[in-house]
């Protein structure tokens, strides 16, 4: 295991996941919070034709050049979501299940023409859709660890102003704060975490990493700050066991893995979580 760990391409992965992990946590935090997880859930299945697409355009595979197509799409998907829930009847989750569906399936749409008739390089696109964290360099880490790094600082910097505007927009308003420009920042929080995101973990298994830490943290508190924390380290966590269990278990995917460790540890906190854990409430019930 040791002799594993001692890898410097695992080292690497496993910086990576620490960090992607605590970001994905905090952020998660104020989206969970706010009621936007289903349209995070909907960005990050929106990056793959974004990826295809910028392939299509230079047949070259440039993980700059995917990450700004992602972001696009990402971008045109919140947008289409809005557009759709402002000037429709439509409700919120069917809107947002109905763009989710729509970009997913062009994504696919895309690779597939990629794959039959593209002539360049396009191994490892696939990757995309379920994530490849072993296939990450240190070139791909260091931008994960940078991105996740300056994602956390701005969450901290805005964290007052997130904290009245998602919990009352109208007292927000009247003290002058630029609600729309402060939601504005945090979508592109999403946006930022889901884009460096997908190369390790995927579209498809991203957004339960932005919801899943922060699920586990309210079973232990109430207050955001602290919440915000212990969602922070539950992410991190599930980065680290994820990645040493695939790299035990040769052949086991770190993305799934490190998606599969958010649910033991919500599993305990649905149990055991000392504010609204199961357990503790039955005990304290029995007490009384």
Wanted: proline share 3%; glycine share 10%.
């Amino acid at each position: 295991m040791f002799d594993l760990l001692s890898n410097a391409n695992t080292q690497w992965v496993l910086i990576g996941s620490i960090m992607l992990g605590f970001a994905s946590g905090v952020i998660g935090s104020f989206v969970l919070l706010k009621k936007q997880s289903l349209i995070s859930d909907a960005m990050a299945h929106a990056t793959l034709p974004g990826v295809g697409l910028m392939y299509i355009m230079f047949e070259y595979k440039s993980i700059p050049l995917f990450l700004i197509g992602a972001t696009m799409t990402a971008l045109l998907a919140t947008y289409s979501i809005q557009l759709i829930i402002k000037h429709s009847r439509i409700k919120t989750d069917a809107a947002i299940g109905s763009v989710l569906s729509v970009f997913f399936a062009l994504g696919i749409v895309f690779l597939t023409y990629i794959s039959k008739n593209t002539s360049g390089n396009h191994s490892g696109l696939d990757d995309f859709i379920f994530g490849q964290a072993a296939s990450l360099v240190a070139s791909d880490v260091r931008m994960i660890t940078i991105g996740s790094a300056i994602l956390i600082l701005l969450s901290a910097l805005f964290f007052k102003e997130f904290k009245i505007t998602i919990f009352d927009p109208l007292y927000a308003m009247g003290l002058g704060l630029p609600v729309r420009f402060l939601n504005m920042v945090l979508l592109g929080l999403v946006v930022g975490i889901v884009v460096i995101g997908i190369q390790m973990v995927g579209v498809v298994l991203i957004a339960a990493l932005l919801i899943t830490p922060p699920l586990s943290a309210r079973y232990w508190t109430d207050q955001l700050g602290y919440m915000t924390i212990l969602s922070g380290i539950f992410g991190a966590v599930s980065g680290v066991a994820g990645t040493v269990i695939s790299t035990i278990g040769e052949g086991l995917p770190t993305g799934p893995m490190i998606v599969l460790s958010t649910s033991v540890i919500f599993l305990f906190s649905l149990l055991l979580g000392s504010k609204k854990g199961l357990i503790p409430k039955v005990v304290s019930t029995h007490e009384l």
